[in-house]
């Protein structure tokens, strides 16, 4: 059945994706496995930027199952009609079958009507002009504000002439339908970073981490590891939709002792009410813990991998034990608490291989790897050469502009194949291919950190000069 879905305008390349991965987690495609793609289509006239989008989805349950778990959608609505003007609506209206209309309309049950509009701003005294305008429909229920069975919606655009930047509307356009499902936008001020007791410089933004989660399906039962852990933010998201967490770190003193007891990776989850990470390890991505033949562990991977603007990624070793100057040593016990080891620089590529590998081992067939990696946007070919591997099918990109040279694009990947050893030295030419070919921009010495950040204002005063700043300037753009 075509649902309505109102999104929230904002973070447009991912609207679609989350909807499609939440869909998947609860049934839509059981019928058809093979195409996990919803059909969409715009409303008359409307530009893909619109939030209003309408949505093919088989049931009213899965429509208010993902409404209700979105991030990104406002609401899901059965529309009971549209049109360019209000007699259109109220001919839409009075057309749409009696059979659904009215069993949302009987005397025992209460509803409200609520008015929105995009693209414009309407007085109080014209929201009630347009609900006195609905007096065609035979409400029987009584009215209730606060908790209706029942809410319906009437929603307006204003045509392109006053749009202001907006996506573009050639004629005004009005719906009117019923609430199925709505997202819960509380999650976001709750779980905002600022009122967080622990943060790290890679902290990940509440809104981006539920967003991950969402594609990476983070589900009650399910098992979720972030092989980047830092200071938790990502497992926090997942925890809160019941998965099990776990999570690991190159750095022993983010995972192990953090700024005190009642301030660490552990305190973030207590804060919030939630289950504790079932373990936090510190080990290099590099070399991973797991024992040989251990596979298929996790339900889903999800991190945000180190690739230098930020924080740069470092894997064991250190420069003279990797240059041969000092073979391998053995730490004595009674240095052991307190030794921090020697670690090198780990290159994008070979961090994002080492990624795709330790995926294809330890994640359960059908598991998603969900991790964000940067593009070349003066490259018109680096968004089409994303990292590969046998194991794996590419689901979902979804862009997020960084700077006018760079962007990130979140990867939603799912497992397809069980690992072999075959598959592995196939994902190593690849690797290869992909090190010599797309990652090139990168390799070479590009300054990602700088071409996201703008230097800090230098103003002189006599012989001085004086940094109106003490930090660099994000120059990027958050939708």
């Known amino acids: 059945m075509?649902?309505?879905?109102?999104?929230?305008?904002?973070?447009?390349?991912?609207?679609k994706p989350e909807v499609e991965s939440l869909a998947d987690l609860f049934g839509a495609f059981e019928d058809n496995r093979s195409n996990r793609v919803l059909r969409w289509r715009l409303p008359q006239h409307h530009h893909p930027d619109s939030p209003f989008h309408f949505v093919d989805l088989p049931t009213e349950g899965i429509a208010r199952n993902v409404a209700n778990r979105s991030i990104l959608v406002k609401g899901i609505y059965e529309l009971w009609g549209e049109g360019t003007s209000y007699e259109e609506l109220e001919e839409a209206i009075k057309s749409y079958p009696d059979e659904r209309k009215l069993p949302h309309l009987g005397s025992e049950s209460t509803f409200k009507i609520t008015v929105d509009s995009f693209g414009k701003v309407m007085s109080l005294q014209?929201?009630?002009?347009?609900?006195?305008?609905?007096?065609?429909?035979?409400?029987?229920?009584?009215?209730?504000?606060?908790?209706?069975d029942i809410n319906f919606w009437l929603m307006e655009t204003d045509d392109s002439a006053t749009n202001n930047g907006l996506p573009p509307v050639a004629q005004r356009r009005i719906f009117f339908g019923r609430e199925v499902g709505g997202a819960d936008r509380k999650l976001i001020p709750t779980y905002q970073l600022k009122s967080r007791n622990y943060l790290g410089p890679t902290a990940m933004d509440a809104e981006m981490a539920f967003l991950m989660?969402?594609?990476?399906?983070?589900?009650?039962?399910k098992l979720v590891y972030d092989p980047f852990v830092g200071t938790g933010s990502i497992l926090v998201s997942a925890a809160r939709f019941g998965a099990m967490t776990m999570g690991a770190d190159?750095?022993?003193?983010?995972?192990?002792?953090?700024?005190?007891?009642?301030?660490?990776?552990?305190?973030?989850?207590?804060?919030?009410?939630?289950?504790?990470?079932?373990?936090?390890?510190?080990?290099?991505?590099?070399?991973?813990?797991?024992r040989p033949g251990l596979k298929e562990v996790f339900d889903a991977i999800i991190c945000d991998p180190p690739y230098g603007v930020r924080a740069g990624g470092r894997k064991s070793g250190g420069?003279?034990?990797?240059?041969?100057?000092?073979?391998?040593?053995?730490?004595?016990?009674d240095k052991r608490?307190?030794?921090?080891?020697?670690?090198?620089?780990?290159?994008?590529?070979?961090?994002?291989?080492d990624l795709l590998d330790l995926a294809a081992r330890m994640l359960v067939k059908g598991g998603r790897l969900v991790f964000f990696y940067p593009v070349s946007r003066e490259d018109d070919s680096s968004e089409d050469h994303f990292p590969e591997h046998p194991c794996f099918e590419l689901v979902a990109s979804s862009e997020q502009i960084l700077s006018s040279r760079y962007s990130r694009v979140l990867l939603t990947m799912v497992k397809t194949s069980p690992y072999t050893e075959e598959l592995a030295l196939a994902a190593r030419i690849k690797h290869l291919e992909f090190k010599e070919n797309h990652a090139k921009w990168l390799e070479e010495g590009?300054?990602?950190?700088?071409?996201?950040?703008?230097?800090?204002?230098?103003?002189?005063?006599?012989?001085?000069?004086?940094?109106?700043?003490?930090?660099?300037?994000?120059?990027?753009?958050?939708?």
Not at 213 to 221: D, L, R, T
Not at 260 to 267: A, E, L, R
Not at 321 to 333: E, F, H, I
Not at 337 to 348: G, R
Request: proline share 8%.
């Open 2 to 15: 075509w649902y309505l879905c109102v999104f929230y305008h904002r973070l447009l390349d991912y609207r």
């Open 126 to 148: 014209e929201h009630n002009e347009r609900i006195r305008g609905l007096s065609y429909i035979p409400f029987k229920g009584r009215v209730n504000l606060k908790n209706p």
């Open 213 to 221: 989660a969402n594609q990476a399906q983070a589900a009650p039962g």
């Open 250 to 290: 190159i750095d022993i003193r983010v995972v192990r002792d953090g700024l005190g007891p009642d301030c660490n990776v552990w305190s973030n989850f207590k804060q919030y009410g939630l289950p504790m990470p079932i373990g936090l390890l510190r080990a290099d991505n590099n070399l991973p813990p797991w």
């Open 319 to 333: 420069r003279k034990l990797l240059k041969g100057v000092v073979g391998p040593y053995t730490v004595p016990d």
């Open 337 to 353: 608490a307190d030794h921090i080891p020697s670690t090198a620089p780990y290159s994008l590529a070979e961090c994002v291989h």
């Open 446 to 479: 590009n300054n990602l950190h700088s071409s996201v950040f703008s230097p800090a204002e230098v103003v002189e005063s006599g012989d001085a000069k004086v940094s109106k700043e003490s930090k660099l300037k994000y120059r990027g753009k958050y939708v």
